[in-house]
């Protein structure tokens, strides 16, 4: 476990965790990155390199989409006359995902090993759990229930119940407040502790004034998270239990 201390100049007691989704509860990033691949071919016709695929991954796919559709769009106008406007282009990439997406999910969405346990465990702790993610609601929920995991959680924020969607703080303060209620505590951001596997996770957590870690075995590279510095990094879901020492 690397990272810098849980908070410099004070001790941190962790009442409440809150996770990320994708690529740190569930394994989509095969998924993400095949669905990806998959929707820049069919409308641009074009292969792009990995790193450009997923650079956003982490924020809402609509952002991610419209991205891609400013970029082609104003480079090829001529070729998209159909086309009347980059929201409309936007549209027609979501759509072409979220259809290939859904059709190719069993056969690429995969469990990470260790990652039930963990959660298990800080469960029957009765550690006030959630999850902040920037997939939608439905579609967080359906994929954490296809390994029987959503039953762990008290509260689940997904990009459609914010106005601003990480890497604001509005989703990891929101899943605070929801779980301060459930629980009857007043949980302070500092009592909190935030999960992810992307640099957009770690800057949410900092703008909230939550504890950070940054999982290694996502979709983004060590030295991408490092630069973020959160307050700890895993390399395994196995490693997460090392946290359990703090709880």
Do not use: W
């Not at 071919?41 to 650079?55: C, K, N, R």
């Not at 119940?161 to 779980?179: Q, R, Y």
């Not at 940054?214 to 895993?234: H, N, Q, R």
């Amino acid at each position: 476990m690397g990272g810098s201390s849980f908070v410099q100049g004070r001790e941190a007691s962790i009442q409440a965790v809150i996770f990320d989704l994708d690529g740190t509860l569930v394994n989509t990033g095969p998924l993400i990155t095949e669905s990806f691949r998959h929707t820049i071919g069919e409308v641009f016709h074009e292969d792009l390199p990995l790193e450009e695929l997923t650079a956003l991954v982490g924020i809402p796919l609509s952002q991610q989409m419209n991205h891609f559709a400013q970029k082609y769009f104003g480079e090829r106008k001529e070729t998209y006359c159909a086309v009347s406007s980059v929201d409309h282009l936007t549209e027609i990439l979501l759509s072409t995902y979220r259809v290939y997406c859904a059709e190719i999910r069993d056969e690429y969405i995969r469990p990470f090993d260790g990652i039930e346990s963990f959660v298990c465990e800080l469960s029957e702790r009765k550690i006030p759990l959630g999850v902040a993610t920037s997939k939608r609601r439905e579609s967080a929920i359906s994929d954490l229930s296809y390994f029987d995991l959503y039953r762990y959680f008290d509260t689940l924020i997904g990009s459609d119940d914010v106005k601003e969607p990480k890497p604001k703080p509005e989703p990891l303060l929101k899943v605070m407040d929801i779980l301060s209620s459930k629980h009857q505590k007043k949980l302070r951001p500092i009592d909190c502790l935030y999960i992810g596997d992307s640099p957009y996770d770690i800057r949410a957590s900092h703008a909230a004034g939550m504890l950070s870690v940054a999982v290694e075995y996502g979709m983004f590279e060590p030295d991408i998270l490092k630069a973020e510095e959160p307050s700890y990094i895993v390399s395994t879901p196995e490693e997460l239990n090392t946290l359990l020492n703090f709880l």
